[in-house]
């Protein structure tokens, strides 16, 4: 896809770098903000409604939205919505059985999941650094997932599956959307998760209006998790080398927990700790071999 406009471009990078690592660490916040308020698959739906109007509103004023895109592409646009979709569903069900941090934490093996596919659907190599990385987080995994707790242990494998849909998802993006531009790219996926999660509700009989208490925290993350979590993504992917910006991301569960201990009051176990650092560990490893060998990024949480 081609690049987004970037009309912050003389932003400074450690400013750009606080906000990106401020709001990259809110998705699993908001999900758990939410849920005493609404049922999971119904905010899922809202968040992604909200980005969906917000995006298409930016598109229509800049005249930069375009249907051609969405009928000669729509097999691409119906596959990446239909794994978003189903990967953000997954997180919103999950922090009923686990804490937004340590559900950050277990997040990032998204990279180790990219890896695989890359290995395995892109016919790729890896380097001894990424083997290493590779082993060094599953062990972190499975330091944080083998527990007596069975609701731990359940939210661990919902996030973990998640973590592989959307990995899933960045591997079918990046060997079918180059060439789109990147404000149709963004809005017909965004639009196309928004349909499927509303499918999704409505086949289970889920379709409900929130209440008024969900709404201001629905817009907000709709506004912040999606529009401007990922509008920053980029314009930082632009503004710096992929090193840094690789690095950089892998901080953002350190946030979570921060976010996590004011609002919640909540920190992760020290078992979820322990094995959260060796998949960190892992991951950077993995995320700085792949650098050097100049592979493409790994593939990141996105609403």
Do not use: C
Not at 99 to 127: H, I, K, M, N
Request: no cysteine; glycine share 8%.
């Amino acid at each position: 896809m081609t690049d987004p406009p970037v009309p912050l471009a003389r932003l400074p990078i450690v400013p750009l770098l606080a906000a990106l690592l401020a709001v990259d660490s809110l998705h699993f916040i908001f999900a758990r903000m939410l849920l005493p308020h609404v049922s999971p698959r119904i905010s899922a739906l809202v968040v992604l409604a909200v980005a969906t109007l917000e995006i298409g509103l930016f598109g229509l004023v800049t005249r930069r939205l375009h249907l051609r895109v969405l009928r000669e592409r729509l097999g691409f646009f119906l596959s990446v919505g239909l794994l978003v979709a189903f990967s953000t569903n997954i997180n919103y069900e999950a922090v009923a059985f686990i804490d937004p941090a340590s559900a950050t934490l277990l997040a990032q093996t998204g990279t180790l999941w990219g890896l695989g596919l890359g290995v395995f659907w892109l016919r790729e190599r890896l380097t001894p650094g990424q083997i290493a990385g590779a082993g060094l987080a599953i062990v972190g995994v499975f330091v944080m997932t083998y527990q007596a707790g069975d609701y731990l242990r359940l939210g661990s494998l919902l996030v973990l599956t998640s973590a592989f849909l959307y990995a899933l998802h960045a591997a079918v993006a990046k060997r079918g959307g180059s060439g789109i531009d990147f404000v149709d790219f963004f809005f017909f996926r965004v639009m196309m998760t928004t349909a499927f999660l509303a499918a999704f509700s409505a086949a289970r009989g889920g379709l409900a209006w929130p209440g008024a208490a969900a709404w201001p925290v629905l817009i907000l993350a709709g506004t912040t998790d999606v529009v401007i979590s990922r509008g920053l993504y980029y314009l930082a992917l632009r503004r710096m080398p992929l090193s840094l910006h690789t690095v950089a991301l892998t901080l953002s569960p350190i946030a979570t927990i921060l976010w996590a201990l004011a609002l919640f009051d909540t920190l992760p176990a020290p078992r979820q700790l322990a094995g959260g650092g060796l998949v960190l560990a892992g991951v950077l490893l993995i995320s700085l071999a792949r650098t050097r060998a100049q592979s493409p990024e790994p593939a990141r949480r996105s609403a």
